[in-house]
């Protein structure tokens, strides 16, 4: 698989897991599947936006180690909530929120220590 090609299967992970997310989020709850609610709710938050974090990181070459992708993940969270709020057959819920936060923390803590540590190493032959 090329580089390219590598990047290119992320992007689309990252663009089909945005839309998922989102509609998901919006969707009254009776559309939802039952299993989606037999998980942790802030877990499912977590989780999904930590994916949505790592499949931006891999899609792209960020300059800033992806603190712009982060920003922008947990600005999107923010609105989601404030959507769901307004909606009528969903509630905003800022605990929601402070997990998609955690979950883009997470990933991107981990992502920066990996970076750090491999540029610290030496390359070997």
Same mark, same amino acid.
């Given at each position: 698989?090329?580089?390219?090609?590598?990047?290119?299967?992320?992007? !689309?992970?990252?663009?089909? =897991?945005?839309? !998922?997310?989102?509609? @998901? =989020?919006? *969707?009254?709850?009776?559309? !939802?599947?039952?299993?989606?609610?037999?998980?942790?709710?802030?877990?499912?938050?977590?989780? @999904?936006?930590?994916? *949505?974090? *790592?499949?931006?990181?891999?899609?792209?070459?960020?300059?800033?180690?992806?603190?712009?992708?982060?920003?922008?993940?947990?600005?999107?969270? @923010?609105?989601?909530?404030?959507?769901?709020?307004? =909606?009528?057959?969903?509630?905003?819920?800022?605990?929601?929120?402070?997990?998609?936060?955690?979950?883009?923390?997470?990933? !991107?803590?981990?992502?920066? @220590?990996?970076?750090?540590?491999?540029?610290?190493?030496?390359?070997?032959?």
């Amino acid at each position: 698989m090329t580089l390219l090609t590598f990047r290119l299967a992320w992007k !689309l992970a990252f663009a089909l =897991s945005f839309l !998922l997310i989102t509609v @998901g =989020s919006l *969707l009254p709850t009776q559309r !939802l599947p039952d299993l989606a609610f037999d998980i942790w709710d802030k877990a499912q938050h977590a989780a @999904g936006f930590g994916w *949505l974090m *790592l499949c931006g990181l891999m899609a792209h070459r960020w300059q800033d180690g992806g603190w712009r992708l982060a920003a922008a993940l947990g600005l999107w969270g @923010g609105i989601i909530e404030v959507l769901q709020a307004w =909606s009528g057959w969903r509630h905003g819920d800022l605990a929601d929120l402070v997990a998609d936060l955690a979950g883009i923390a997470v990933v !991107l803590a981990t992502w920066t @220590g990996a970076q750090a540590r491999k540029t610290a190493s030496p390359r070997r032959p």
